[in-house]
C-alpha cells in the first residue's frame, strides 16, 4: 500500500464528496437491512395464519399487503441511495483519474529529451491510460466496495447477532472460504489479463508500425509477410483471450455455487433449530437467507478488492517512479529575460550519453545579434548538434555556451526557449488544419499573419490550391503534404512566431533550388536583426550567411564568409565547384 500513499492527497482535495459518499452508503445500507426483516415478518404472518387458521383473511391480507409495500418503499429508497453512492465515490474517482492522468501529461512535458529516448512510446501511453486506469478502480470500486463490505457487515451482523447468535455463527462460517475462493480467481483473471494487454499492445504496436510504414510495404511488395506475422500475432491474442475468457467465465458459478452452499447451511442449521425450538419463529429462517445472500457480494468483493489493490499498487509504483524523475535540463532562474541574441560557443565539446557519440569537439565561434552563421559538413558531422545545444534541449559540460554574455544554463529556460524559432530537420505538422499549424507559433496570430507568413515561406500558392484552403486538415485522416511542402509550412510556423533567434536545420533540402532562392531572398528581409543559423548541406543556402563554418567529424575545420572560404582549397570551395556544375548540367 506504500505506493498507493501518494493518492491520499486527492482523498483529500475530494473529502467532501468522500465524506457525502461514506454517509450516503451508511444509509442506504440500513435501508437495504429493513427488508430481509419486513420479509421475516411477513413469514411470520403466513405462519401464525397456518398455526391458527380463521375464516376472516382479509386481516391477514392487509398486514401481507402493509409489509409488502413496505419492502418496495425501503427496496426505492436503498436503490436510490446505492446510485447515490456510485454517484459519489465512483465520480469522485473519476476526477481522480483526470487529476492524475494531467499530472503524468504535465511530468511527460516537463522531461527532457534523454528521458523520451530511454522510454518506449508504448510505455508512455501505458503509463497514463493503461496504469491510470487501473488505479481508479482503487480510488473508485475498491474504495466504495470496502467502504460498502465493512459498513454492510457490522449491521448485518448486529441485526442478525441480535436475532440468533449461533446460526449467525453457522451463517458466517462459510464467507471466508468465499472470500479466499474469490480472491484466488481474481489474482488468476488479473495475471491472464495482463498477459492479454501485453499481447494486445505487441499487437497494436506491429498494426501501427505497419499502417505508417504502408507505403514502403506496398512499395516492397511485402503485404504477404506482414500478414503471416500479423496472423500469428493474433493467434496469439486469441489464445490467450481464451485463457482469459476461461477463468472469467468460473467467476459467477463459484460465486453462485459459495452462495448455494451458505444458504444450504441456513436452510440445514436453521430448520433444526426451528424444529428443536431454539428459534421461534420461520421467518428467522427466511431472514437469514436473505442476509446471506447480502452478505456474499461483499465478502467475494473482499478477494475481488485486495486483486483490484494489488493491480493498482504495481500500477501506481510505475507511474511514481515517472513523477518523481528530475528533468535533466532544468530552469534554475525564475526571472525574466529578454533575449537579445548574441550567441558565443568557447571551446564546447559534447558527447550525447546514450551512444557515447562525441558529436562536437572544442566548437568554439561567435554569432552577434542581427548575423547570420551558415553550417554546412558532412551527415553525421555534428550540425544539428550545435542547434539542439542552442535550444537547451542538452547542457554541456565542456567549454561553456553563453548568450548575450550568460551562461546559457543562467538564463531562464522558458524565455531562452520562447526566444528561439526552430525549424527541425524531419519537419512534424500536426492532424490539425494548416492554419493551426502555422499557428502553433504564435497561437494569437489573425488569418493575415498567417497568410503573411506563408507567403514568404512560398507555400501560400500551393495552399490556396487545395479545397479547403488554410483549413485543409493534415495528417491521418486529411491529406499528405509533399516533403517540401511540410518543410515550408514549418518555416512559416518559425517565422510568424517573429523571435529573436532563428534556427533552420537542413530546412529546404527538399525544395528545388529556384524555390529556395526565392525563400531565402524572403528569409534576408525577415532575418535582418534576427540572430540566424542555417545548417544546410548546400552552398546556395550558406553563401549570403555573413559567416560560415565548416564541420568535420565534430571539429570545425573551416571558417569564413563565401568568398574567403572560395579562396581557399578546402571542403567549401570542392563544395561549390561540385554544386555549380551540377547546377549548369541541370
Ligand atoms: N539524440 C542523439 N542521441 C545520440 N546520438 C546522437 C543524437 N543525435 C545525433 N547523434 C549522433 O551525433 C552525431 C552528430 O549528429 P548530428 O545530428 O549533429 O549530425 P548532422 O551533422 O546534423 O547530420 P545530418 O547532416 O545527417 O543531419 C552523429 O554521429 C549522430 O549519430
Same mark, same amino acid.
Given at each position: 500500500m506504500k505506493e498507493l500513499h501518494y493518492l491520499n492527497k486527492y482523498f483529500i482535495k475530494y473529502k467532501y464528496r468522500f465524506l457525502l459518499g461514506i454517509v450516503i452508503t451508511i444509509v442506504a445500507q440500513i435501508f437495504s437491512l429493513f427488508i430481509p426483516k419486513l420479509v421475516g415478518q411477513s413469514m411470520n404472518i403466513i405462519d401464525t395464519y397456518i398455526k391458527n387458521p380463521i375464516n376472516d383473511t382479509s386481516m391477514i391480507k392487509k398486514e401481507l399487503l402493509v409489509s409488502l409495500g413496505l419492502i418496495i418503499g425501503a427496496t426505492i429508497i436503498a436503490g436510490f441511495l446505492t446510485f447515490l453512492m456510485r454517484q459519489t465515490l465512483i465520480v469522485m474517482s473519476r476526477h481522480v483519474e483526470f487529476d492524475l492522468k494531467n499530472e503524468v501529461f504535465q511530468q511527460y512535458e516537463r522531461l527532457s529529451q534523454s528521458f523520451y529516448k530511454r522510454n518506449r512510446t508504448g510505455d508512455l501511453m501505458n503509463r497514463i491510460s493503461e496504469d491510470v486506469g487501473k488505479v481508479r478502480m482503487y480510488v473508485g470500486p475498491a474504495v466504495m466496495y470496502t467502504i460498502n463490505t465493512i459498513i454492510r457487515f457490522a449491521i448485518v451482523i448486529v441485526y442478525m447477532y441480535n436475532v440468533s447468535p449461533t446460526l449467525t455463527l453457522y451463517t458466517i462460517l462459510p464467507l471466508p472460504l468465499l472470500s479466499y475462493f474469490i480472491f484466488k480467481l481474481s489474482v488468476e483473471i488479473n495475471n491472464r489479463s495482463r498477459i492479454y494487454q501485453e499481447n494486445l499492445s505487441s499487437l497494436s504496436s506491429f498494426s501501427q508500425e505497419m499502417f505508417s510504414g504502408i507505403r514502403v510495404i506496398k512499395a516492397y511488395a511485402l503485404e504477404g509477410q506482414n500478414k503471416k506475422e500479423f496472423n500469428n500475432l493474433a493467434q496469439e491474442s486469441r489464445d490467450k483471450n481464451m485463457s482469459l475468457a476461461f477463468v472469467n467465465a468460473l467467476f459467477g458459478p463459484l460465486m453462485i455455487l459459495l452462495i448455494g452452499l451458505s444458504n444450504l447451511v441456513v436452510i440445514y442449521f436453521g430448520g433444526m433449530m426451528y424444529v428443536n425450538g431454539t428459534i421461534e419463529n420461520i421467518g428467522t429462517i427466511a431472514e437469514f437467507i436473505l442476509y446471506v445472500n447480502m452478505l456474499t457480494w461483499p465478502v467475494a468483493s473482499i478477494g475481488w478488492v485486495s486483486s483490484l489493490v494489488q493491480e493498482a499498487e504495481a500500477s501506481q509504483k510505475r507511474i511514481n517512479e515517472f513523477l518523481k524523475i528530475e528533468p535533466d535540463i532544468k530552469n534554475h532562474n525564475p526571472n525574466h529575460d529578454s533575449i537579445q541574441g548574441s550567441i558565443a560557443f568557447k571551446n564546447v565539446s559534447f558527447t550525447y550519453e546514450d551512444t557515447n557519440i562525441q558529436a562536437l569537439k572544442n566548437i568554439s565561434f561567435e554569432v552577434k545579434k542581427g548575423e547570420t552563421l551558415a553550417i554546412l559538413g558532412k551527415t553525421g558531422s555534428g550540425k544539428s548538434t550545435i542547434l539542439s545545444l542552442i535550444c537547451r534541449l542538452y547542457d554541456v559540460e565542456n567549454g561553456s555556451i553563453t548568450m548575450?554574455?550568460?551562461?546559457?544554463?543562467?538564463?531562464?529556460?522558458?524565455?531562452?526557449?520562447? !526566444?528561439?524559432?526552430?525549424?527541425? *530537420?524531419?519537419?512534424f505538422l500536426f492532424s490539425d488544419s494548416i492554419k493551426n499549424n502555422i499557428k502553433f507559433g504564435k497561437e494569437e496570430a489573425t488569418d493575415m499573419e498567417v497568410i503573411e507568413a506563408a507567403k514568404q515561406a512560398i507555400v501560400h500558392d500551393n495552399i490556396i490550391n487545395f479545397k479547403n484552403q488554410y483549413e485543409t486538415v493534415l495528417g491521418e485522416r486529411g491529406i499528405t503534404l509533399s516533403g517540401g511542402q511540410k518543410q515550408r509550412v514549418s518555416i512559416a510556423r518559425a517565422i510568424i512566431k517573429d523571435p529573436e533567434i532563428l534556427l533552420f536545420d537542413d530546412c529546404l533540402s527538399a525544395v528545388d533550388t529556384e524555390t529556395e532562392e526565392q525563400i531565402l531572398n524572403n528569409l534576408f528581409q525577415i532575418c535582418k536583426n534576427k540572430t540566424t543559423?542555417?545548417? !544546410?548541406?548546400?552552398? !546556395? !543556402?550558406?553563401?549570403?550567411?555573413?559567416?560560415?563554418?565548416?564541420?568535420?567529424?565534430?571539429?570545425?575545420? *573551416? *571558417?569564413?564568409?563565401?568568398? *574567403?572560404?572560395?579562396?581557399?582549397?578546402g571542403y567549401y570551395k570542392e563544395l561549390y565547384l561540385k554544386q555549380l556544375s551540377e547546377k549548369e548540367l541541370s
Amino acid at each position: 500500500m506504500k505506493e498507493l500513499h501518494y493518492l491520499n492527497k486527492y482523498f483529500i482535495k475530494y473529502k467532501y464528496r468522500f465524506l457525502l459518499g461514506i454517509v450516503i452508503t451508511i444509509v442506504a445500507q440500513i435501508f437495504s437491512l429493513f427488508i430481509p426483516k419486513l420479509v421475516g415478518q411477513s413469514m411470520n404472518i403466513i405462519d401464525t395464519y397456518i398455526k391458527n387458521p380463521i375464516n376472516d383473511t382479509s386481516m391477514i391480507k392487509k398486514e401481507l399487503l402493509v409489509s409488502l409495500g413496505l419492502i418496495i418503499g425501503a427496496t426505492i429508497i436503498a436503490g436510490f441511495l446505492t446510485f447515490l453512492m456510485r454517484q459519489t465515490l465512483i465520480v469522485m474517482s473519476r476526477h481522480v483519474e483526470f487529476d492524475l492522468k494531467n499530472e503524468v501529461f504535465q511530468q511527460y512535458e516537463r522531461l527532457s529529451q534523454s528521458f523520451y529516448k530511454r522510454n518506449r512510446t508504448g510505455d508512455l501511453m501505458n503509463r497514463i491510460s493503461e496504469d491510470v486506469g487501473k488505479v481508479r478502480m482503487y480510488v473508485g470500486p475498491a474504495v466504495m466496495y470496502t467502504i460498502n463490505t465493512i459498513i454492510r457487515f457490522a449491521i448485518v451482523i448486529v441485526y442478525m447477532y441480535n436475532v440468533s447468535p449461533t446460526l449467525t455463527l453457522y451463517t458466517i462460517l462459510p464467507l471466508p472460504l468465499l472470500s479466499y475462493f474469490i480472491f484466488k480467481l481474481s489474482v488468476e483473471i488479473n495475471n491472464r489479463s495482463r498477459i492479454y494487454q501485453e499481447n494486445l499492445s505487441s499487437l497494436s504496436s506491429f498494426s501501427q508500425e505497419m499502417f505508417s510504414g504502408i507505403r514502403v510495404i506496398k512499395a516492397y511488395a511485402l503485404e504477404g509477410q506482414n500478414k503471416k506475422e500479423f496472423n500469428n500475432l493474433a493467434q496469439e491474442s486469441r489464445d490467450k483471450n481464451m485463457s482469459l475468457a476461461f477463468v472469467n467465465a468460473l467467476f459467477g458459478p463459484l460465486m453462485i455455487l459459495l452462495i448455494g452452499l451458505s444458504n444450504l447451511v441456513v436452510i440445514y442449521f436453521g430448520g433444526m433449530m426451528y424444529v428443536n425450538g431454539t428459534i421461534e419463529n420461520i421467518g428467522t429462517i427466511a431472514e437469514f437467507i436473505l442476509y446471506v445472500n447480502m452478505l456474499t457480494w461483499p465478502v467475494a468483493s473482499i478477494g475481488w478488492v485486495s486483486s483490484l489493490v494489488q493491480e493498482a499498487e504495481a500500477s501506481q509504483k510505475r507511474i511514481n517512479e515517472f513523477l518523481k524523475i528530475e528533468p535533466d535540463i532544468k530552469n534554475h532562474n525564475p526571472n525574466h529575460d529578454s533575449i537579445q541574441g548574441s550567441i558565443a560557443f568557447k571551446n564546447v565539446s559534447f558527447t550525447y550519453e546514450d551512444t557515447n557519440i562525441q558529436a562536437l569537439k572544442n566548437i568554439s565561434f561567435e554569432v552577434k545579434k542581427g548575423e547570420t552563421l551558415a553550417i554546412l559538413g558532412k551527415t553525421g558531422s555534428g550540425k544539428s548538434t550545435i542547434l539542439s545545444l542552442i535550444c537547451r534541449l542538452y547542457d554541456v559540460e565542456n567549454g561553456s555556451i553563453t548568450m548575450d554574455g550568460k551562461k546559457l544554463a543562467d538564463l531562464n529556460l522558458h524565455d531562452l526557449r520562447n !526566444s528561439i524559432g526552430i525549424v527541425p *530537420q524531419d519537419a512534424f505538422l500536426f492532424s490539425d488544419s494548416i492554419k493551426n499549424n502555422i499557428k502553433f507559433g504564435k497561437e494569437e496570430a489573425t488569418d493575415m499573419e498567417v497568410i503573411e507568413a506563408a507567403k514568404q515561406a512560398i507555400v501560400h500558392d500551393n495552399i490556396i490550391n487545395f479545397k479547403n484552403q488554410y483549413e485543409t486538415v493534415l495528417g491521418e485522416r486529411g491529406i499528405t503534404l509533399s516533403g517540401g511542402q511540410k518543410q515550408r509550412v514549418s518555416i512559416a510556423r518559425a517565422i510568424i512566431k517573429d523571435p529573436e533567434i532563428l534556427l533552420f536545420d537542413d530546412c529546404l533540402s527538399a525544395v528545388d533550388t529556384e524555390t529556395e532562392e526565392q525563400i531565402l531572398n524572403n528569409l534576408f528581409q525577415i532575418c535582418k536583426n534576427k540572430t540566424t543559423l542555417i545548417v !544546410s548541406h548546400r552552398v !546556395s !543556402s550558406a553563401k549570403n550567411a555573413d559567416k560560415i563554418i565548416i564541420l568535420e567529424e565534430g571539429e570545425i575545420i *573551416q *571558417q569564413g564568409t563565401h568568398f *574567403q572560404l572560395l579562396n581557399r582549397e578546402g571542403y567549401y570551395k570542392e563544395l561549390y565547384l561540385k554544386q555549380l556544375s551540377e547546377k549548369e548540367l541541370s
